[in-house]
């Protein structure tokens, strides 16, 4: 039974949770906090913690480990199926239409329509996480203690490497990460 309620509320998640994994945090939440009790508001926020550690989409780190808390490996991947399913039957039946009407006027039209939408989209959470990495109180900064000097020298420097030699970026972010933890430490230290 208990499979069966995870299925249904990972499903509900999935099929509602439009707008991304931060999204479907409130749905998380009402499923398995409110309306099943299966965990406490603050195990599901240790599990959010995890899930944004571990690579993947949050929602779905989530169900999986919300599954694995209530009902082990079958409970994991029983959640993680209702999670992915929604959105796969809506993958493929668009895709289906799309390859059935794509010389269509109307759905070129369409299509047309919503490529400046998705550049705006990509470019607003671009934004957000630059504002948020480079500014110590998430906002544009009204004075200079505002602004976080190392994560700006970090920018700066990694963006003319990539431009410039184009090394791998999963190596730039790392070297980004170890240059950073030292200057912290290192200011840290020096100014006790």
């Known amino acids: ?27 998380i939440e009402h499923q398995v906090v409110d309306v099943h009790g299966w965990l406490t508001a603050s195990q599901l926020t240790d599990i959010v913690t995890i899930s944004q550690m571990t690579p993947g989409p949050i929602a779905l780190n989530a169900a999986t480990f919300v599954g694995t808390r209530i009902g082990g490996l079958p409970g994991a991947i029983v959640a993680t199926l209702g999670c ?49 990495a480079l500014f110590v109180n998430d906002v ?29 970026p999963i190596l730039v972010m790392v070297g980004s990460g170890v240059i950073g933890a030292i200057a912290v430490f290192a200011l840290r230290a020096v100014t006790g």
């Open 1 to 27: 039974m208990i499979y069966i309620q995870l299925l249904w509320s990972f499903i509900q998640i999935g099929l509602f949770s439009i707008g991304g994994g931060y999204a479907s945090l409130p749905l």
């Open 84 to 132: 992915v399913l929604p959105s796969c039957i809506i993958v493929l039946a668009l895709a289906w239409v799309y390859t059935k009407y794509k010389d269509l006027g109307l759905l070129r039209g369409i299509l047309a329509g919503l490529r400046p939408a998705v550049v705006a989209l990509i470019a607003s959470a671009g934004l957000t996480i630059l504002i948020s």
């Open 140 to 168: 544009l900064p009204h004075a200079l203690s505002d602004v976080d000097g190392i994560a700006v020298v970090l920018f700066v420097l990694s963006l003319v490497i990539l431009r410039k030699w184009k090394p791998d």
